[in-house]
């Protein structure tokens, strides 16, 4: 089946730093999309990207659909504290009806 | 409600219970989801519905897992027998159609002792 990673898997920062982590599938996706989950809460969308090479920015946020189909990226500029938390890439392809996910990036933010 | 809302948000039960939990999507949302999420891992697809129908349970993993969505609206997923490896976080999510991105509940936390 399906299959996603995500690297790195955590990552320690500084506050003010630029961050950036990534996901590749075994497949071809038509569909990514990157999630932001807190503690206790349920995933949180942060940007969605529906065709290759598509460059989508949502505040200190940007996300690229790769050429290939079989991966993006995503980028957060100038973090800060509330950055914190874990980062998942999921993706749809023509014939499954469901979203995979990957198994996150765990990002921490130091002061 | 504006969100997903789940219910209840906690359940502990005894190896061998039966429960049910409990989603009520996005109002209008045609699709609905459950995944399952274990500690430190990513959320894991379970079934997915399009209006009343399972449109994909390939993820349900055997057969005392069962879920439904008899109006389109509210679904519950059902867990016979449950074991100890059952204990993970239920996550819901809905969209307006089947391939809109998934807005998410909170969860239900189970826990099978």
């Known amino acids: 089946g399906q299959q996603l990673n995500q690297s790195p898997q955590s990552m320690f920062i500084q506050e003010g730093e630029d961050v950036s982590m990534n996901c590749t599938s075994s497949?071809?996706?038509?569909?990514w999309l990157w999630y932001k989950q807190d503690p206790g809460e349920g995933p949180v969308l942060l940007i969605a990207l529906y065709k290759a090479g598509e460059l989508t920015s949502n505040g200190r946020l940007t996300a690229q659909f790769g050429i290939t189909r079989k991966d993006s990226f995503l980028n957060i500029s100038a973090s800060i504290p509330s950055d914190v938390g874990i980062y998942f890439c999921a993706g749809h392809d023509n014939y499954g009806q469901n979203f995979v996910f990957g198994p996150g990036t765990r990002l921490s933010v130091l002061p | 409600g504006a969100g997903v809302s789940q219910t209840p948000s906690n359940k502990v039960t005894e190896k061998g219970k039966y429960v049910e939990l409990r989603c009520d999507p996005i109002?209008?949302?045609?699709?609905l989801y459950w995944y399952r999420q274990s500690l430190g891992q990513g959320p894991e697809f379970l079934i997915y519905?399009?209006?009343?129908?399972?449109?994909?349970d390939s993820g349900l993993p055997n057969d005392r897992f069962f879920a439904v969505r008899p109006e389109g609206s509210v679904s519950t997923l059902k867990i016979q027998r449950t074991e100890r490896g059952d204990s993970a976080v239920y996550l819901c999510a809905s969209s307006l159609r089947g391939r809109g991105y998934p807005f998410f509940g909170q969860g239900t936390r189970l826990t099978v002792v």
């Open positions: 109002s209008g949302h045609t699709a």
């Open positions: 519905f399009q209006g009343t129908g399972a449109a994909d």
């Open positions: 497949s071809i996706f038509n569909t």
